[in-house]
């Protein structure tokens, strides 16, 4: 079930909600167990059959986890997360490369597609970064409970953040409603939801009613004035934030409701002043996994300016692959890298480029390259840009409202997370909050409900 249904918002969480605080009340040793039973509900709403595969997946990867511990044995983890990248693989890339494949050797190999279970690509990170770091010494084991939990909690499961084994284990012995603040933590979880779903439903979704018919047009070759282009670029570079950061403050959010802290995942990126700027601002849990567990790993900076060049496309070229099955999602990696690589060399010289500069660069780097990341297929990304540069009419009806509103938005911050930790107590702003959260019901209610972008990757 989507955060922004009525499904999850009426009737799963406040059910959810009042067993938690129930088994917190009266039967604590049943409240863990409970919340990995609500997650497996909560999963499985999506699709029964897949709900065997993430038990599989945390059952298996927790047995391995126990036999290393017991024999050290290093073959036990490498075959894990071999395992592990395998299973993903398979229901993610295997029509993939088979059509690179037979594209170019001609190798008849069968194309099999399978249906993509959701949130495959963050608990499979999860498993990896738990499982390199127990047989690095850094991390100790779980019982099967609390290592479901890591993996399937429901919050986070589908699109993250990716949350390391310290950010979340020790919070799951709390007693969260025990607590001195509990009712404040309550109260702002309950707030970021509410932002969260302001994002989404009242600023996301109506720009991807802006974005949406250009890209279609692009992909079924229908003609794309210059306005056109630029209106549907720039309006999925700011859907994709609302959409995708606001999922981000509903998580955070129902996490906290349930006395769990989760890491935050985006630190107004928009107003980034160079491309590694914005990479520590955008999806901030991903970058810090690609780089603690792929870019050091490679090399990273350590080894002289070559490697650190090689070991950054790699990298980056990579997480495009992660975020999807297609080439314009890896040539959306690749020009990443090479803008993060060109950043890189720019430093070197010493020259210091005037913060203005930077984030009218980075910004229209980022944009661009969007278009990749949206478009269905090359063909349709170069309609795109051949439009955008002036190769197509200039057309009429830019529709600049929303965008700057959507601008501002993104741009001026704070964080929710930080806004919301920010405001005291107050019976006015609780009204307030309130009167938002019955608004957004009905936007719920009258429009279209459109799934989380991210749930795709």
């Keep these: 079930m989507l955060f922004n249904s009525f499904a999850f918002l009426l009737a799963f969480l406040p059910l959810a909600l009042a067993l938690h605080w129930l088994a917190e009340r009266f039967a604590p040793a049943a ?34 986890a126990q036999l290393f511990v017991r024999t050290r044995l290093a073959t036990l983890i490498v075959a894990a997360i071999a395992a592990n990248l395998t299973v993903l693989g398979i229901f993610k890339y295997a029509a993939f490369f088979a059509d690179l494949a037979n594209a170019a050797a001609d190798l008849g190999l069968p194309r099999y597609e399978f249906a993509l279970p959701l949130g495959i690509s963050f608990f499979t990170f999860h498993h990896v970064m738990y499982l390199v770091d127990l047989r690095a010494g850094r991390a100790p084991r779980f019982d099967l409970i609390r290592y479901g939990l890591y993996i399937g909690f429901f919050p986070q499961v589908l699109a993250g953040p990716l949350v390391r084994w310290t950010e979340l284990m020790h919070q799951l012995d709390e007693r969260p409603y ?67 950061s606001g999922y981000t403050d509903m998580a955070l959010g129902i996490a906290l409701m349930f006395g769990v802290v989760l890491p935050q995942n985006f630190e107004v990126p928009y107003r980034a002043v160079s491309l590694q700027d914005f990479w520590r601002r955008w999806h901030m849990t991903l970058s810090r996994f690609l780089r603690d567990y792929l870019y050091i790993p490679l090399g990273g900076n350590r080894h002289g300016l070559s490697i650190q060049l090689f070991a950054l ?13 297609g080439l314009t999602f890896i040539f959306w990696g690749i020009a990443h890298g090479l803008g993060l690589c060109a950043g890189i060399l720019w430093r070197r010289t010493g020259v210091v480029m005037p913060a203005v500069l930077g984030w009218a660069l980075t910004f229209l780097f980022v944009a661009l390259t969007w ?36 601008a501002l938005v993104a741009m001026i911050g704070p964080t929710a997370w930080a806004a919301v930790h920010r405001l005291p107590p107050n019976r006015w702003l609780a009204v307030a909050f309130a009167l938002l959260f019955v608004v957004i019901l009905l936007k719920i209610g009258d429009d279209a409900n459109y799934e989380f972008i991210y749930f795709q990757f």
């Design 313 to 325: 496309f790699a990298t980056m070229t990579l997480g495009g692959l992660w975020h999807g099955a």
């Design 178 to 244: 025990l607590r001195t603040d509990a009712a404040q933590r309550f109260a702002q979880g309950l707030m970021l939801l509410t932002v969260g779903l302001a994002k989404k439903v009242l600023i996301g979704d109506p720009l991807a009613g802006y974005a949406n018919p250009v890209f279609e047009a692009a992909a079924n070759g229908g003609a794309l004035t210059t306005l056109q282009a630029w209106q549907g670029t720039l309006a999925f570079t700011f859907q994709i934030y609302f959409d995708f």
């Design 371 to 406: 278009v990749l990341f949206r478009a269905t297929s090359f063909d349709a990304a170069m309609r795109l840009y051949e439009a955008m540069f002036g190769f197509a009419p200039f057309g009429s009806g830019f529709k600049w409202r929303a965008l700057v509103i959507a």
């Design 31 to 64: 409240r863990l167990p409970l919340l990995l039973v609500l997650s497996f509900i909560f999963y499985g709403y999506w699709d029964v059959r897949f709900i065997p595969l993430l038990a599989l997946s945390i059952l298996i990867n927790w047995v391995m």
